[in-house]
Every structure is written in structure tokens, then in C-alpha cells.
């Protein structure tokens, strides 16, 4: 899963920092989210699927991974 922030959605609201420090952090120059590299680790995957849920902007974006297409012959 990866996850990200559509900046021109994000109004700073905080809320998935406080939720949910370990995967979001705020900028010191505006205080709106930021995600280190985006790629989460399988046991943040639930909470950041709840900030996601919880944003009032629905500024947080999730892609979810897709599993291999089993190939026939």
C-alpha cells in the first residue's frame, strides 16, 4: 500500500497527525500533512486507511497493491 497527500486538498486540520503520528507528520512552514516515502509497512496499512476515512478534506489518497494476475498458458 502507498499512500499520499493531495496538497491542494489539505487544509491542515491535523487530524491524521494526531491519529496517526507514525505514518503522517506536519511541516513546520504550514502545518499541513506530509508522508516520509509513501510506501507503508503491512501493519500501518489499517491506519491509514482510518485517517483516510477521518480527513475532512478526504485530502489523504491510498493506493492499495495490487496482487499478481496469475498468467495462463
Known sequence: MKVRIDESRCQGHALCNSSTPDIFRL???DGHAEVS?????PALEEKARRAALGCPEQA???EEDQ???????
Do not use: K
Request: charged letters at 35%; aromatic letters at 0%.
Open 67 to 73: 496482487a499478481p494476475t496469475p498468467r495462463t498458458r
Open 37 to 41: 516515502d509513501g510506501t507503508l509497512a
Open 60 to 62: 489523504i489518497l491510498i
Open 27 to 29: 511541516r513546520d512552514e
